[in-house]
C-alpha cells in the first residue's frame, strides 16, 4: 500500500510537471508571437517616419532652391540671420 501511494504521488507530481512546462511553453509562444507583433509595429512606424522626413527634407529643399532663385539677397541674408542665431546659441 505504501509502494501504491508513492507511485501515485510520483506520478501525479510528474503529471504536474508536465501540465506547469505546457503552460509555461504555450506563455512563451505567446509571448513571442506579441513581441515579434510589437516588432513589426515599430518597423512600421519607423518606415513611415523615414518616409515623412525624406518628404519634409525634398519640400525644404525645393523651397530654398525656389527662394535663392527668385530672391537671392533675402535668401543670403535669411541664412546669416540663422548662422547667427545658432552661433549665439551654441556659444550659451
Known amino acids: 500500500m505504501a509502494q501504491s ?3 501515485s504521488s510520483t506520478r501525479s507530481a510528474a503529471d504536474y ?8 511553453a504555450d506563455k512563451a509562444a505567446n509571448l513571442a508571437e506579441k513581441t515579434g507583433e ?5 518597423t512600421a512606424q519607423g518606415r513611415q517616419a523615414t518616409e515623412n522626413v525624406q518628404q519634409v527634407a525634398e519640400n525644404l529643399k ?3 532652391d525656389k527662394s535663392v532663385k527668385e530672391q537671392p ?4 541674408a535669411v541664412a546669416a540671420g ?5 552661433g549665439a546659441l551654441w556659444k550659451s
Open 5 to 7: 501511494t508513492s507511485s
Open 17 to 24: 510537471g508536465r501540465k506547469a512546462a505546457d503552460e509555461l
Open 82 to 86: 540663422i548662422g547667427f542665431v545658432i
Open 73 to 76: 539677397l533675402t535668401t543670403l
Open 38 to 42: 510589437q516588432i513589426e509595429r515599430f
Open 62 to 64: 525645393t523651397a530654398v
